[in-house]
């Protein structure tokens, strides 16, 4: 007879270049280790499913992320049903969850940025309705958060029990540094002269290409040579227009998504990361072990970090093009990025770096066996 304890992780969706999608992978793969039985339930799984995971596709019924995302939690009630787990772990918000992955923003909070007939809508009150039923002081489900902004935003939002909350350590590849540099300049056909600055992230416009587009403008209109490349899947055509706008073809460069960010990221001179909204930004913490200086914004959670360890700069006040844009201008006239890179040195040893897909493994384990 089976004794081992069987665990049901729920995620609307796998693709292989996602932050929330790459945090679950290793997360599963640290489960997987244990003395646990896992199945994932998701709607649509793409690319490679690691040996000893057992994944269920529901597929995606319904044309709207509504009706896609009601289907999949009905779906997901009747699996369980028979499945019978011992807990359930949802990576992305709905009722019935034990352990919840919050990768993303508080949605109250940020709906108030919104227009308010959005609030009318069927999504809207959809998303209120799956966060409350998993942040509402009186429901069981207990909160993985990835830093203290996401936590604060949350508990100031919902009446949240202080023992709901476990605030997670940072969790990168424990191969990140096993990776090399290249030589970006022959690779992608840049200019001798030219700086390189990075831009990783699979939702454009709320991870701030535009504004990434905009700076890399304003640098080569002062003489502060920069070549950005662009690295992530999403649809490239309204930014490729605006590129032409500017007349800078030649110093955008889009590679989509890849799997050697970690050597792009050795062999350049600055990420920017100016996000509308981001609950972590784990290539954040990418750079930072890979002593690549960061140029970020006080939306994006991970922004504490390159404050703690001095890894670049971060605009604390509201966004502002032009004040991103100066503080870039006067970090690399001043030859700021060399000395950001060797205050780095020494970060990609630090456990601290690594240690969240053990340190969520070990409670899950616990609460399991508890």
Known sequence: MNSRKKIAILLYRYFPYGGLQKDFLEIAKELLSRDVTLKVFTRRWEGHI?????????????????????????????????????????????????????????FKKESLKKHPITRFTRRFRQSIEYELAVFDGNASTEVFLLNNKQACDFKTSYQLNSNQMIVVPPGINLNWNDHDPIDTHSIFNIQLEDKVALFVGS???????????????????????????????????????????????EKVKYLGPRDDVASLMKSSDLLLHPAREEAAGNVIIESLVSHLPVATCKDVGFAEEVKNHKGGFVLEEEFSQDRFDALLIEICKNNQLENLKHSMLGLEKQDYFFSRFRFIADIVEEKVNG
């Open 203 to 249: 939702d454009f416009h709320r991870k701030g290409l535009d504004r990434a587009i905009s700076s890399i403008h304003c640098l080569n209109k002062n003489n502060i040579p920069f070549t950005l490349l662009v690295i992530g899947k999403d649809n490239f055509g309204p930014y490729s227009e605006l590129v032409q706008n500017f007349g800078i073809n």
């Open 50 to 106: 690691p040996e000893g995971l057992s994944v269920t596709e529901f597929g995606q019924r319904g044309f709207t992320n509504y009706a896609k995302n009601k289907n999949f939690v009905k779906d997901s009630y009747k699996a369980l049903q028979s499945y019978k787990p011992d807990l359930v772990f949802g990576f992305n918000k709905m009722p019935g969850l034990d352990l919840y992955f919050a990768a993303d923003t508080c």
